[in-house]
């Protein structure tokens, strides 16, 4: 199994940039990919970003492609998601994730393993 540890949400304005980090432990991290959902209230989760465990190909949704960079240290074990333009529905608990069949894979369910989640908020 593997651990993930999110940390670097909070609360910031239309606009402002935010960076989340994920340390994950409990496995080799080199060996699999890596993501980020988000789930806003009364809504379900969805697929934000990915990052493949070799090359670092990455995959966006549409809503926060150009404005969010997803990427990885494999020496911190450590996977980051740089938020840049925030819009009040960026809004949402944001959950790193870890393993899944291909990294392109934007359903939830098919990762192995989430983190406890960490709040963004962003205001108008």
């Not at 988000?38 to 379900?44: D, I, V, Y």
């Not at 989760?45 to 926060?64: D, K, L, M, N």
């Not at 393993?99 to 989640?117: E, K, L, V």
Request: proline residues 2%; charged residues 15%; positive net charge.
């Amino acid at each position: 199994q593997v651990q993930l540890v999110e940390s670097g949400g909070g609360l910031v304005q239309a606009g402002d940039s935010l960076r989340l980090s994920c340390a994950a432990s409990g496995r080799t991290f080199s060996s699999y990919a890596m993501g980020w959902f988000r789930q806003a209230p009364g809504k379900e989760r969805e697929f934000v970003a990915a990052i493949s465990w070799s090359v670092g190909i990455t995959y966006y949704a549409a809503s926060v492609k150009g404005r969010f960079t997803i990427s990885r240290d494999n020496a911190k074990n450590t996977v980051y998601l740089q938020m840049n333009s925030l819009i009040p529905e960026d809004t949402a608990v944001y959950y790193c994730v870890a393993r899944a069949p291909t990294s392109s894979t934007t359903i939830a369910t098919m990762w192995r393993d989430w983190g406890q989640g960490t709040q963004v908020t962003v205001s108008s």
